[in-house]
């Protein structure tokens, strides 16, 4: 994957950023520090990425880290005496601030040989710093396609596909959620190869049109910041689309990545077009047997076997010294129909689904299964079987 293309700052270390004096809370400047981490990555080759920026900003302080494919920009309240910027390890400055005591403030200060002290009722900390000018300014999309949506609806739609797509680094372009616009409707979609999500919603302007990769590692680290946000967040999330960036601008933080390259492939003919075997069923029933067949499916490639019979499931697993058999009522008619699958695709399914009662669909015991939330069009699980 290419790098985030990043301006080239100037300016040497001691002009106006020398000296910076700030006061904040403990819990909030440990809960900034613990956002802008997911950036970091202890495997570079460029020490200064180890640290994040600390730096003074209008009223504010804005904490940056990044890993030159992402970038997470967070800000806190805090009394400034003095402006200024510094760059500090930040593995040992979140372990340092960690371990204060919670009812106490920060006194934050960096004095002219770039030492930043840290002060916190009786305890004194000194670290070494790193100029800002050392570090990479961060990225702000420029000609970009915008548009907002609500906190939860963003939420719910990433959480939906973002479990599916895979972590097989050699299959970069599947790294990610496939991101379309058209006609005002907005669709995700992720795939490892063996079970696709999609979801769509009509949340956009019509004009609003692009096909994208978004990295599985922003989509996470967003999922995150909502959770922390809550629902009740608002002005929602406003999203910015670049021919190579996307951009989420949240209340205190905004995240920019670096998009995967590359062409997603054709999920559309995944996704099946008949129905011959159609089931619907309680979903927490159909998670719950799954789960105790996958303690038994730990041999023969984690299959777990389902024969759908008039009005019930059987489920069966066996493996080395294991064997496991149970049934739960289902709304099935017709004659005994037998698939297996990998349990733990089944359980992710229905755990992103949310849902209480989902349909199962099927053609054969070799083509792929779907599995909806009942009653809701918008979200389509696909899951290749495996065999019994």
């Known amino acids: 994957m290419a790098k985030l293309h990043y301006p080239q700052t ?9 000296n910076m004096k700030i006061h904040c809370n403990r819990a909030e400047l440990y809960r900034g520090v613990q956002t802008i981490q997911s950036a970091l990555s202890p495997r570079t080759t460029l020490p200064i990425l180890l640290n994040f920026l600390i730096e003074t900003e209008d009223s504010k302080v804005k ?39 919670d009812d106490q403030d920060v006194d934050l200060s960096v004095d002219a ?74 669709c995700l979609v992720a795939t490892d190869g063996r079970r696709l999500a999609v979801i769509k919603k009509p949340c956009l302007d ?13 989509l996470l680290e967003l999922v995150g910041i909502m959770a922390s946000l809550g629902t009740e967040a608002k002005g929602g999330v406003r999203v910015e689309v670049t021919e190579n960036q996307i951009a989420f601008q ?16 054709n999920y559309e003919q995944v996704i099946p ?22 303690l038994c499916a730990v041999d023969r490639g984690g299959s777990v ?34 698939i297996a699958f990998n349990p733990q695709f089944i359980v992710d399914g229905l755990k992103n689904m949310g849902a209480e009662k989902v349909v199962l669909s099927f053609t054969t015991p070799a083509n792929p299964a779907m599995i909806e939330a009942s009653g809701d069009p918008a979200y389509q699980y696909v899951v290749m079987p495996m065999r019994a």
């Not at 100037?10 to 020398?18: D, K, P, R, S, V």
């Open 63 to 101: 904490l940056v880290s990044t890993d030159l494919q992402m970038g997470v920009k967070h800000y806190i309240a805090a009394e400034i005496e003095k402006p200024g910027g510094i760059t500090v390890p930040a593995k040992k400055f979140s372990d340092i601030i960690q371990s204060l005591p």
């Open 250 to 265: 949240l209340e205190k933080t905004t995240i920019v990545s670096r998009l995967v390259e590359g062409h997603f492939p």
């Open 273 to 294: 077009s008949r129905k011959d075997v159609r089931v619907e069923m309680d979903a927490r029933a159909l998670m719950a047997i799954t789960k105790r067949a996958a």
């Open 113 to 186: 040989a770039g030492r930043v002290h840290l002060t916190s009722g009786k305890s004194k900390f000194n670290i070494a710093g790193a100029p800002k000018a050392e570090y990479p300014a961060f990225p702000e999309p420029a000609g970009a396609r915008a548009f907002s949506m609500p906190l939860p609806l963003l939420d719910e739609m990433v959480r939906k596909t973002v479990f599916a797509a895979s972590t097989d680094e050699t299959r970069h372009m599947l790294n990610g959620v496939f991101w379309t616009a058209s006609s005002g409707v907005l």
């Open 305 to 338: 076997r389902y024969t759908f019979k008039s009005g019930g499931l059987h489920v069966s697993a066996l493996s080395q010294g294991l064997e496991f058999e149970d049934e739960i009522a289902a709304g099935y008619k017709g004659s005994d129909f037998a």
């Open 206 to 218: 019509k004009g609003m049109e692009f096909g994208i990769i978004v990295p599985n590692k922003v």
């Open 10 to 18: 100037t300016g040497a270390y001691g002009l106006g950023l020398l």
